[in-house]
């Protein structure tokens, strides 16, 4: 059980004995063929990426899929993981992020396309369920910054990482000119980030 | 390719892959000279990272099995060497020093590698052929969209009559049906659409084989895998080229 730490009071990714910190520390382990460093990173990081992938996919079977495809290639890659460059969180989720919004994009083109024009809601609605597990300070201020989004910032956001959509197909969903979604995406995501204190990454 | 001045504002759709495969490549291409955009990315990516809590969600117990077996059969690769200019240089660059080309190319190579990998979160997804990179982004390249019919997204062909090349990059197609590809064509002046190649996933921008600096047209059709010798009749796209 030594992996279920409590949440830290100081959920901002800095330095210092806090989560990042030890995630950053086991993945430098593994990176040298440690396989129990491994397995607790992944313990202390799966149920957000599997839970992500089952977000964008909606099929628990692809999310598995991508979710071990994801692990496999940090596993393979750890030792180009950067700390200096963005937390080991962060660069888990963009890969799983990646790799799920690739095979919606391959296997769906078309039908998503489609769906698009019938499903405007598809996305946006928050999906109560899967927060219970993660009940914590830092869900809270989440939540709170988002609430903070103009409704519009909001859905662009939810709709083009949640929802693994396009900022075209962002803008044709919300009834946007084309043009217009990314620069909601980008205003709604930095409103985000600044609510949330993320601080400067990646500047090297 | 012409970036215009606002290319900025793709640094938030970027950081949550909400960019066609073209404005991703561009964006890419942009962010290898400016430090700003890197920054803002790492920034946006990180607190997208946050939004991702509220959706977690315990795998099954299988799925730790299977990565934890299957980590016992991968080596871990090395890390990078020392002295990178940005985040996770390619892992291609390495293997260009590892089969010892001559210096020369090598330098060549590593210096258009560098600034196109140098950015990327993905080294490893950076495989894509390098003559795709410089014809996307030679100073003399035109651009090319067409629509495919019933919505099945667009193709757009970039073709630099200076290095005699075009490159085809597909977004939102969907794959090919099951025992079919997309195969590209080029017609020369006065004569018949001749193969130039495949595109087997419309994922990954694809180079037109042939001389598309004298080409009077390309054009984009499906075909029974491995390819046709002639187009059938299940052309897709077709792209007028100005004669130079």
Redesign the interface.
């Known amino acids: 059980m030594s992996h279920l730490r409590p949440v830290p009071d100081d959920p901002s990714p800095e330095e210092g004995g806090s989560l990042p910190a030890r995630l950053a520390e086991l993945l430098k382990r593994a990176a040298r063929g440690d396989e129990k460093a491994f397995a607790e990173w992944y313990d202390a990081t799966a149920a957000r990426a599997f839970g992500l992938a089952v977000r964008v996919l909606r099929d628990r079977a692809q999310a598995e899929e991508v979710t071990q495809e994801s692990y496999l290639d940090c596993w393979r890659h750890a030792a180009r993981f950067d700390p200096a460059k963005g937390s080991a969180m962060s660069w888990l989720l963009t890969i799983v992020h990646r790799k799920a919004v690739d095979r919606v994009r391959a296997s769906e083109a078309s039908f998503r396309r489609d769906a698009a024009y019938g499903l405007r809601d598809a996305g946006v609605a928050h999906d109560e369920t899967a927060e219970s597990a993660t009940a914590s300070i830092e869900a809270h201020r989440v939540r709170a910054a988002l609430a903070d989004l103009t409704r519009k910032q909001r859905e662009a956001v939810e709709l083009a990482f949640l929802g693994g959509y396009t900022h075209t197909e962002v803008a044709t969903m919300l009834d946007l000119p084309v043009g217009t979604a990314k620069t909601r995406i980008r205003d709604g995501l930095i409103r985000l980030r600044d609510a949330l204190g993320v601080g400067e990454v990646g500047t090297a | 390719m012409n970036p215009t001045s606002d290319i900025h504002?793709?640094?938030?759709?970027f950081?949550?892959?909400?960019?066609?495969d073209l404005e991703r490549a561009q964006f890419e291409h942009h962010l290898a000279e400016c430090?700003e955009c890197?920054?803002?990315?790492?920034?946006?990516?990180?607190?997208?990272?946050?939004?991702?809590?509220?959706?977690?969600?315990?795998?099954?117990e299988?799925?730790?099995q299977?990565?934890?077996s299957?980590?016992?059969q991968?080596?871990?690769?090395?890390?990078?060497p020392p002295a990178q200019?940005?985040?996770?240089a390619p892992a291609v660059r390495t293997d260009v020093r590892r089969r010892r080309l001559p210096q020369l190319l090598a330098a060549a190579a590593a210096v258009v590698l560098l600034a196109v990998g140098a950015v990327l979160?993905?080294?490893?997804?950076h495989d894509r052929a390098n003559v795709a990179d410089q014809v996307l982004h030679a100073p003399d390249a035109v651009t090319i969209t067409e629509k495919l019919p019933?919505?099945?997204?667009e193709i757009t062909l970039v073709r630099s009559v200076a290095l005699g090349k075009a490159v085809m990059i597909a977004d939102?197609?969907?794959?090919p049906p099951a025992g079919k590809t997309y195969q590209m064509w080029l017609q020369q002046p006065g004569q018949p659409m001749v193969s130039a190649g495949l595109m087997p996933d419309p994922?990954e921008p694809a180079v037109l084989s042939g001389d598309a600096s004298t080409a009077s047209a390309a054009a984009v059709s499906v075909e029974p895998s491995g390819g046709s010798a002639h187009p059938s009749a299940d052309v897709v796209a077709v792209f007028p080229l100005k004669p130079t």
């Open positions: 504002a793709l640094s938030g759709a950081a949550v892959d909400a960019l066609g430090a890197r920054a803002e990315v790492a920034s946006l990516r990180e607190t997208a990272a946050l939004l991702a809590q509220s959706e977690a969600e315990a795998p099954p299988s799925l730790r299977g990565v934890l299957g980590i016992g991968i080596r871990p690769l090395p890390p990078e200019p940005a985040q996770p979160w993905h080294p490893w997804q019933g919505g099945a997204g939102d197609v969907p794959q994922k």
